[in-house]
């Protein structure tokens, strides 16, 4: 007798989130979908990297100290790990409300605005919300169907709405919000080091070597040292300058979108009610506050289906509607013949034994 296996197949959240996002090692890395700008800044750090260590790291190692490549590593290495962290992390996304409460929702806003005669344009769908004494406005987000709590925003490029929503950074492949704000800022922090880490001795590099051989000739045999100045020069003004801009922002708790959007220093010049008025405090929130877990549940386990259960196709529920022809059973013996599974009322009635020959003469 043949057993049919039932297989269950199990599917992850992860699997079904909508918005722009990939998804690797079973949900536990989300970027956004456009990476090839993150892959170009990979490309970037470890090129020159390997040429410092390569070449330049050897020569000063032996003509000035030892611990020139070991701080170099270090700084290499927080610079990859911070990276890596704040690309392969989940930002902050906020769930998109299920049907039943995205009809809710409707519901509520439709009690409270009323009904909208036609032709006119409905209010804006916000609601009002006290922060320090302070009127702080929710806005409905049209595509999550949520009202949007404080300090989010929905982020075109991965299509979510994102809780402290900083930007949308191509040079990590994510979005920069209220999960992994500290460690891009560590990042870009770093990586500022050690952009002048490398430039600096690359620089020393080449002065220790016009000594011996000429300027000129120092170019002519070293060209990967040419290279990593180049690159580092021209990265030198962007990544410390924005180094600066961010650590303004972590001065006065605030993020890049309220600052391009000059929600706190606009006409009405409000006051930012997430600021506590002290550098320190500001910093401490910003970068040393308690990490909130991801709301998400990338990897949680939606309601199995089974693979096994399916329809029959129109073939086998053909087949299944035929009469089907008895097996033949000549080759059986005794022991291997089926049973009569017949009950008695089916059975046909025995016929009478015929008389034998003397009992018809005795007769006569």
Same mark, same amino acid.
């Given at each position: ?10 599917t992850?959240?992860?699997e ?17 979908r456009q ?5 170009l800044?990979?490309f ?15 020569? /000063?190692?032996?003509? /000035? ?17 911070? /990276? ?17 409460e ?9 009690a ?11 209010? +804006?769908?916000?609601k ?9 406005k ?10 949007? +709590? ?6 075109s490029?991965c299509?979510n709405?994102v809780e ?8 990590v492949?994510?979005?920069v919000?209220?999960?992994n704000?500290?460690?891009f800022? /560590? ?10 880490y490398?430039?600096a001795f ?11 051989i ?7 045999? *070293? ?33 890049t979108n309220?600052d391009?959007?000059?929600s ?11 600021s506590?008025?002290?550098i ?22 939606? +309601? ?6 399916r329809?029959?196709s129109?073939q086998?529920?053909s *087949? ?20 009569d599974?017949s009950?008695p %009322? ?8 015929e008389?034998?020959? %003397? ?6």
């Open positions: 007798m043949s057993v049919m296996v039932v297989r269950k197949k199990v992850r959240k992860w079904k989130l909508p918005g722009r996002n990939t998804f690797c090692c079973d949900g536990r890395v989300m970027m956004a990476k090839g700008i993150f892959y800044t990979l970037l750090i470890l090129g020159t990297c390997t040429l410092f260590f390569a070449f330049e790291c050897r020569y /000063l190692a032996v003509q /000035l100290s030892p611990a020139i490549p070991v701080f170099a590593a270090m700084l290499f290495l927080f610079s990859m790990a911070t /990276l890596l962290r704040t690309s392969f992390s989940d930002p902050g996304v906020i769930p998109r409300a299920l049907p039943d995205a009809a809710f929702i409707e519901m509520e806003i439709e409270t605005n009323g009904a909208v005669p036609q032709g006119q344009r409905p209010p +804006p769908r916000i009002n919300f006290q922060i320090n004494n302070q009127i702080v929710l806005k409905y987000c049209y595509t999550c169907k949520i009202f949007r +709590p404080p300090r989010a925003s929905h982020c490029i299509d709405c402290r929503f900083d930007h949308h950074c191509p040079w492949g994510n979005c919000g209220k999960r704000y500290r460690y800022y /560590l990042f870009i922090l770093s990586l500022s080091l050690l952009t002048i490398v430039f690359n620089i020393v590099y080449v002065a220790l070597k016009s000594l011996k000429g300027f000129l000739e120092t170019l002519k045999e *070293t060209p990967g040292t040419v290279l990593e100045v180049l690159i580092c020069f021209f990265t030198l003004w962007s990544v410390v300058g924005l180094t600066g801009f961010h650590t303004f922002l972590v001065a006065l708790n605030q993020t309220e391009i959007k000059g706190w220093t606009g006409k009405n010049r409000v006051q930012n009610p997430y506590h008025g002290n320190v405090k500001n910093c401490c929130e910003v970068l040393c506050g308690p990490l909130p877990p991801s709301v998400l549940d990338r990897r949680g386990i939606l +309601p199995l289906e089974e693979s096994g259960s329809p029959p129109t086998e529920a *087949t299944s509607l035929l009469p089907q022809s008895p097996a033949p059973t000549d080759h059986l013996s005794s022991d291997e013949m089926p049973e599974t009950t %009322e089916e059975m046909p009635p025995p016929e009478p034994p008389p034998s020959q %003397e009992a018809t003469e005795a007769e006569k």
